[in-house]
């Protein structure tokens, strides 16, 4: 299998402005103080899927997209790099963020080879990790700012907009190429 997938390099910061046309999430709309529930709520729903049969999970039904697998991978390596991000913003002042390659890092780490019981686990792991960091946010501290290496600001509140979009999306990704017989309800 090509393991390789056209690059997305879609400013998606435009989802803080208005509702996502494909996923349908308003992140504008979601209450700030439910992030952390948020996130283990959506990684449940991940977990769920990463136990369906391993051929649904490593199929692509589409030359451009991931297969679910794939997209699990990347969505537990985000809950990660998000965390770092958090940390850094809550104990630094307008900390810089090194750049990430998401698409290099799913062919350097062999996401469609991955074993999804293992996904799963660190995926949960991570996702508990990141909402209670996002748990610890109160007052001031969601106005603390960091900035991604293209230049994008975010406050923290922005940062955990932001984010939760991109796990729902893909999930929304997933559902799409999932026989209907085998997909979450």
Same mark, same amino acid.
């Given at each position: 299998m090509d393991d390789t997938i056209a690059a997305d390099d879609k400013d998606w910061t435009w989802v803080l402005q208005r509702v996502c046309p494909e996923c349908g999430a308003d992140v504008r709309s979601f209450p700030i103080n439910e992030i952390g529930a948020m996130v283990r709520a959506n990684s449940a729903e991940w977990v769920a899927i990463l136990g369906l049969p391993v051929e649904a999970l490593r199929r692509r039904t589409r030359p451009d997209r991931w297969s679910p697998l794939e997209y699990a991978c990347h969505v537990r390596d985000v809950y990660e790099l998000y965390d770092q991000r958090l940390s850094?913003?809550?104990?630094? *002042?307008? !900390?810089?963020? !090194?750049?990430?390659?998401? *698409? @290099?890092?799913? @062919?350097?780490?062999?996401? =469609?080879? =991955?074993? !999804?019981?293992?996904?799963?686990?660190?995926?949960? *792991?991570?996702?508990?990790?990141? =909402?209670?960091?996002?748990?610890? @946010? $109160?007052?001031? *501290?969601?106005?603390?700012?960091?900035?991604? $290496?293209?230049? =994008?600001?975010?406050?923290?509140?922005?940062f955990a907009r932001y984010l939760i979009h991109d796990p729902i999306h893909h999930l929304w990704d997933v559902r799409s190429q999932l026989p209907t017989t085998v997909g979450p309800t």
């Open positions: 850094l913003m809550l104990t630094e *002042d307008g !900390p810089s963020y !090194p750049n990430w390659d998401q *698409d @290099v890092t799913a @062919v350097e780490q062999d996401y =469609a080879r =991955a074993d !999804p019981a293992a996904v799963a686990r660190d995926l949960r *792991d991570r996702a508990h990790e990141l =909402a209670s960091r996002f748990e610890l @946010v $109160s007052g001031d *501290d969601w106005e603390r700012t960091g900035h991604r $290496s293209d230049g =994008a600001t975010f406050t923290i509140e922005t």
